[in-house]
């Protein structure tokens, strides 16, 4: 039996304001104590903040650790042994048994049971299936068997396979799990350390519950995972890591989409923000913009939308710089931060409108701040980001936006708002203008922008627009590793004649016909031609309707595509 020679420690670290970040012994960073409703000058003593008398609940943390290592699967020791199986490693000789060397040595150690219960329950390796054992005559208690498909290559299937072991374990209230795959001899060995990052990442994520909102909460019965047969040693280490970091990202961003609208506001999910900025100091500043320093910035446009709330704006300002070395690239990620959208006078109403979840409007802004989160613990060299949200809420009140009324962005151009329901572009006008201001040379923005996105490429796909064929390559190249899928569309021109107004330089939305191209080209006004700007229109993938909780989605490919950036 080989030693482990590979482990880290990941914890889910509740902090008092049941916000859940990843740690380690190996440096993964917690928050310290906080609470959303600490009493700050960014949160004005709000009634609202308190509206319903909702907090969310502080949880112990439960501690996952992952180890590498190469024992022999027959041998391992533990509760469950999850095989990843492709269809293909499912086929047997002429004696009906496995081909596979891993399954049938697992096989001949069951006299057959492996076999035998896999031809009973029909399991085929297709993508979805599992089914699970319960034996004598190895070292674990029960074997499970995870279906791949045909050609497991990419990392959300692996990811995938990472999510459905900890379901299995969930069902079987299993302590400790060991994944393998039964066909990893011809990975190499980079292809290793980037399926044991897949792995890692999908079985942290399966393993998070948001419990914060129940008044009851169970606790996780997984308590240990090993991988085997992908090697040992430090790169893995490092990957597992990795994959802690960005884990941790994206378990805070989910947070931030899931809380509601009645805990967080613009000024806690500022608070939020500046926690980031404080828990990082060694490469995070801060700076948080109120209604009347925007007002001094011209930003007419982003507080033309926040005018009808009583819970006032914030405009989010962090900055990355590294902890040695010169900047070599300069980059801004800006994200929609609209807390709520009721859709002001132009509310949302009738079947599909899904008012009740525009809690989720701000996942653009989940995304960036997951990202400024895995980058204060990862550390990247060589580049310096900002990350820019203006934060507000969209409601309806005698101070507010109306249909007609004529709004100044800050770079000077004018907007007739002829709906008030596209709102999500008039904030994002005034932080691109700020984001080019900070002299960056690339820009990605992320929005839940329009349902004609969501109409075109479904839940699970996000759009992605830009005029830079160079800067789309990389955020594509980002998104494969991620795992997270983006589908490039056009920016057609000539649809910009639907946005024109008599009274304006512009209107804010063109209608139906095309409706995320011409969101996207009204964005492109507000962006420097000197500096490339890439959109992610997201409104698809932010939430998991299945599940009913937010994906945390945007998180990984920001993270790598600011590494890849990166010395």
């Known amino acids: 039996m080989a030693a482990i020679a590979s482990a880290i420690v990941i914890a889910f670290s509740k902090s008092s304001s049941s916000s859940l970040f990843l740690t380690s012994r190996i440096r993964f960073a917690s928050f310290p104590k906080r609470s959303f409703h600490s009493t700050t000058k960014l949160m004005s003593q709000s009634r609202y903040t308190t509206l319903g008398l909702t907090h969310p609940t502080n949880i112990e943390a439960p501690k996952i650790s992952f180890s590498a ?40 150690k069951l006299d057959g049971l492996l076999s035998e219960a896999s031809s009973e329950e029909d399991f085929s390796g297709k993508v979805g299936q599992s089914t699970v054992v319960r034996i004598k005559g190895l070292g674990s208690k029960r074997v499970g068997l ?7 290559s990419t990392t959300a299937l692996y990811k995938g396979l990472g999510e459905a072991v900890v379901a299995v374990a969930k069902s079987a209230q299993a302590s400790n799990v060991a994944i393998v795959l039964a066909s990893s001899e011809g990975l190499s060995s980079e292809s290793k350390l980037s399926t044991a990052y897949a792995i890692a990442s999908g079985a942290v994520l399966g393993l998070f519950e948001d419990q914060r909102y129940k008044s ?12 085997i047969g ?8 490092k990957k597992l890591k990795y994959a802690g970091d960005v884990s941790s990202g994206i378990i805070f961003g ?6 509601p609208a009645n805990v967080l506001t613009p000024g806690v999910l500022a608070e939020e923000a500046s926690k980031v900025a404080s828990t990082y100091s060694d490469v995070f500043t801060a700076k948080i913009l109120d209604a009347d320093q925007c007002k001094e910035l011209k930003m007419g446009s982003y507080l033309g939308v926040a005018a009808a709330s009583a819970n006032p704006p914030r405009f989010i300002h962090l900055t990355y710089k590294p902890p040695s070395g010169s900047v070599k690239v300069k ?30 409007d701000m996942g653009g802004s989940a995304a960036v701040l997951g990202a400024a989160k895995a980058l204060g613990q990862i550390k990247p060299l060589g580049v310096e980001v900002h990350f820019i949200v203006a934060a507000c809420e969209n409601m309806i009140s005698g101070t507010g936006m109306r249909p007609g009324d004529v709004v100044t962005a800050s770079n000077g151009k004018t907007i007739e708002v002829n709906n008030t329901d596209a709102e999500g572009r008039l904030t994002l006008a005034d932080a691109l203008v700020y984001a080019c201001n900070q002299g960056v040379e690339k820009i990605i923005d992320l929005a839940t922008l329009t349902g004609a996105c969501v109409v075109a490429l479904g839940p699970s796909i996000a759009g992605v627009f830009s005029p830079n064929d160079e800067l789309v390559k990389e955020v594509l190249e980002a998104s494969e590793v991620s795992g997270e899928k983006l589908w490039r569309l056009p920016i057609e021109e000539s649809y910009w004649e639907s946005m024109k107004s008599g009274v304006a330089d512009m209107v804010n939305t063109g209608g139906r016909p095309g409706g995320s191209i011409t969101a996207a080209l009204f964005l492109k006004q507000f962006v420097d031609e000197k500096v490339q700007w890439l959109h992610i229109d997201m409104a698809g993938p932010v939430w998991n309707d299945k599940k009913r909780s937010a994906t945390g989605f945007g998180v990984s490919t920001l993270v790598e595509w600011v590494l890849k950036n990166s010395s």
């Open 230 to 237: 992908l090697g040992t040693g430090p790169d893995l280490e």
């Open 216 to 227: 009851e909460s169970k606790k996780p019965a997984v308590r240990s995972i090993d991988i």
């Open 146 to 152: 995870i279906g791949l498909g045909q050609l497991p």
């Open 254 to 259: 989910r947070e931030l989409v899931n809380s």
């Open 69 to 108: 290592t190469d024992v022999d699967v027959t041998e391992w020791k533990g509760d469950i042994l999850a095989v990843g199986v492709t269809e293909k490693d499912l086929t047997r000789d002429a004696k009906s048994r496995f081909e596979n060397s891993i399954l049938n040595k697992i096989d001949l």
């Open 331 to 360: 980059l801004a990620l800006v994200g929609k931060g609209l807390t709520f959208d009721s859709g002001g006078y132009n509310i949302k109403t009738g079947p599909g409108c899904s008012i009740e979840l525009m809690k989720f």
